[in-house]
C-alpha cells in the first residue's frame, strides 16, 4: 500500500527574501509566538533527547545542520545512509534541528540527538513494509519522539498495530493531520495516543489545505521558512511543516527537569492557546501550542 505524503505549498505571501537567510540568523514567527526563546534562556535546547524525523531522510551537508545529526536508518535500503532525495525531510530538520550559528534560521532544538529514518522515495511516497520497518528500529534504538509528517487516507490494521507499539515502548508519536481541504484526518493521525497537529498562520487562522477531524494541536505551518534541500532555504506551508514544531518543543519539554512526561497530554494542553471555539473544537484541537 503506497503512503500519501501530506502536501507542501510554495507560500505567495510578502516575506523576507530567501538571500538574508544566507547572511544572518532569523526567528521565524511561529518560533517566537510558540515563546520557545523562554526555554533556550535556560539552556534547554533539547539535550539528551533522541528525535527520529521518519520521513524522506536529508541533505546531511546542510550548512544550518549540524553533527546533532546521526546516521539513522534507511528503511528502503538498509545499506545505504537515509540521504533525502526529495527534500521533506530535509524541510523537516530544519525545523527542530538548525543550528544557532549566525545564519539561517534557529531550530527548536539544536541540542537534540537527530535520527533521520527514511520511509519515503524520491517521490515522496511510501509504503506501510518500509514504515513498519522504521518503527521498529525506533524501537530498538530507544527514540523518545517520531515526527511522522505525513498522512494515510485510511486505516490499516498493522500500521495500526505497529504505531501501538511503539507508544506501548514509551516513545511519543507526532503526526500530522492530512491536507484534505476540511475532510478527514488520515493515519497514523488518527490513531489513539498518536498527538495530531493541524497549521496556522500567523494570525491564527487554520491552513486553507488543513482537515477537520481528530486534532489535538495547532502549530505554525504557514508561510514557514524552513531548510531546502538545495543547500539553502525554502518558504513552505502545511501541516506537514506544523507537525516538527510540536515534536520540538516537546523534546524541550522532556529535557526541562520539572516536567513529567507521564502527564505530556494534559500539560500540552494546559500550556496550549485557545484560538477557536471555548475549550476543544475540531478545527484547532485544544489550541495552538505554546510555552507559558
Not at 509566538?33 to 528525535?51: E, F, R, V
Not at 505530556?264 to 492557546?273: D, I, N, P, R, V
Amino acid at each position: 500500500m503506497t503512503l500519501i505524503l501530506a502536501e507542501i505549498q510554495n507560500s505567495h505571501l510578502s516575506l523576507p527574501p530567501i538571500q538574508e537567510y544566507e547572511t544572518k540568523e532569523l526567528l521565524s514567527w511561529g518560533i517566537e509566538k510558540m515563546n520557545i526563546s523562554l526555554y533556550w534562556s535556560k539552556g534547554i535546547k533539547g539535550t539528551g533527547i533522541k528525535i527520529a524525523i521518519m520521513d524522506s531522510g536529508v541533505n546531511f551537508n546542510h550548512p544550518d545542520l549540524s553533527t546533532n545529526i546521526q546516521n539513522g536508518y534507511n528503511a528502503i535500503n538498509n545499506k545505504e545512509l537515509p540521504i533525502d532525495d526529495y527534500g521533506h525531510g530535509t524541510m523537516m530538520t530544519g525545523i527542530i534541528g538548525a543550528k544557532h550559528n549566525g545564519i539561517g534560521i534557529k531550530g527548536i532544538a539544536p541540542d537534540s540527538k537527530i535520527y533521520p529514518v527514511k520511509v519515503l522515495d524520491e517521490f515522496g511516497e511510501g509504503r506501510f513494509i518500509h514504515i513498519q520497518k522504521g518503527i521498529e528500529w525506533c524501537i530498538d534504538n530507544d527514540i523518545d519522539i517520531i515526527n511522522m509528517s505525513f498522512a494515510f487516507p485510511t486505516d490499516h490494521p498493522d500500521l495500526k498495530s505497529s504505531i501501538k507499539k511503539a507508544l506501548d515502548a514509551g516513545i511519543i508519536i507526532v503526526a500530522s493531520v492530512s491536507n484534505s481541504y476540511d475532510g478527514k484526518s488520515g493515519f497514523p493521525a488518527s490513531y489513539d495516543g498518536v498527538i495530531a497537529v493541524t497549521s496556522v498562520d500567523s494570525s491564527y487562522q487554520k491552513g486553507e489545505t488543513a482537515s477537520l477531524d481528530d486534532i489535538d494541536f495547532a502549530a505554525p505551518g504557514v508561510d514557514v521558512i524552513t531548510t531546502s534541500n538545495d543547500l539553502k532555504y525554502q518558504y513552505v506551508s502545511g501541516t506537514s511543516i506544523a507537525t516538527p514544531h510540536v515534536t520540538g518543543m516537546i523534546a524541550l519539554l522532556l529535557q526541562d527537569a520539572s516536567f513529567n512526561k507521564s502527564n505530556l497530554y494534559e500539560q500540552l494542553k494546559a500550556t496550549s492557546l485557545d484560538i477557536g471555539e471555548k475549550g476543544y473544537d475540531s478545527k484547532f484541537g485544544w489550541g495552538f501550542i505554546k510555552i507559558k
